[in-house]
């Protein structure tokens, strides 16, 4: 991923030109749906390892009993017309071929509240590694980023002495991003310099 600020405003610049930086504003608890249970273990390592990287906290409890941060697997979209308020969703999911989307909330400072993450496992997620997969997932979840955001650059985790890790340039990001001394949110694409020089971008 090249490191100049173009490139790091790129990842936060939605299809409408706006500019949007947010972070969790509380620890994230993840509630799956649709997985096996020999496949948990393996999503809990993946979300602690992208926690670790942003210094921020998963825990197991949340103040609204629902969690926060709400993951969907499934086969085919139309399982999901099964959850009540996704119809229009689902239809706009199957009108665009897609195999994932994700959807954030926000609290009344910005941060993020609540993210809902869903995957379709067609041919191309099914091939991918669980390892691989659920990390590539997490990592995508802090902070939010554009629709367009990995269309140049890939989230996908790569293999590395018989491990599955993040990408170092997506790392380098995520710790960036989760600076202590940064703001929260940010509506101002000249965060992305700070941003771009926290993972070494020298003028």
Known sequence: M???????????????????????????????????????????????AAMT????????????????????FCRDWGALREVPNLGRLVDMLISAEANQY??????????????????RMDAHMSAVPAESLTLSQAVQTIPPRSEMAFEATSARPVPDKGRTIVKPEIGSLIRAAHD????????????????????????
């Not at 100049?4 to 706006?18: I, S």
């Not at 990287?53 to 969907?72: Q, S, T, Y």
């Not at 994700?102 to 941060?111: C, K, L």
């Open 2 to 48: 090249d490191l100049t600020p173009e490139a790091v405003a790129a990842l936060f610049t939605c299809a409408d030109g706006t500019f949007l930086f947010a972070r969790w504003g509380r620890p994230i608890v993840p509630v799956v749906f649709g997985v096996d249970e020999a496949v948990l273990p393996v999503m809990k390592g993946a979300f602690e």
């Open 53 to 72: 990287l942003a210094g921020h906290r998963l825990e197991e409890l949340d103040p609204e009993p629902a969690g926060n941060l709400l993951m969907f």
């Open 102 to 119: 994700s959807v954030f909330r926000f609290d009344q400072a910005g941060a993020i509240r609540t993210c809902f993450l869903f995957v």
């Open 180 to 203: 202590p001394f940064r703001p929260s949110v940010g509506t101002d694409p000249p965060l992305a310099l700070g941003i771009a020089a926290r993972m070494g971008w020298r003028q």
